[in-house]
């Protein structure tokens, strides 16, 4: 049991260092100011009124989902209501609707660039992460 939190917490905490190293590379890349962290600025009125739909689309969505999956046999769940499935989708559209935005609004063109490869290299990352069931560590 102690090996498997051991390799839970060194995984975890060798994906953070990963994620902040490609972050911190992108920003001086793209010449992007770092954003605070755990925040998240809105550009303007409109993309305040859409990442707040967004978000109350999905806690809806996830709630429903999670009631709904519940009430099924697990073999017979619909994937796509799982939550780590919509959470998934959550993050990828309100990142592209981020990524949209600082392109059409920004101060700084480089900033969608920057928004874009932190998707992509999250999505390429995750997928890997669990098609591979964790590259094998936790069998």
Known sequence: MDSLWLK??????SYALLI?????GMRKWFKVKKK????YHHLNGKHKKIDWMIRITFVIL???????????PPLDRMWFLETHILLFVFVLLSETVRAVMEKRYAENRNDYKFTISQLTFLSFSLLLIFSTDFF???E
Not at 20 to 24: A, E, G, I
Not at 36 to 39: A, Q, R, T
């Open 8 to 13: 839970f917490i060194l995984f975890i905490t």
């Open 20 to 24: 902040f190293l490609f972050n911190k």
């Open 36 to 39: 605070k962290l755990l925040s």
């Open 62 to 72: 996830i709630f429903v989902g999670g009631f709904y999956n519940a009430t099924l």
């Open 136 to 138: 094998g560590l936790f």
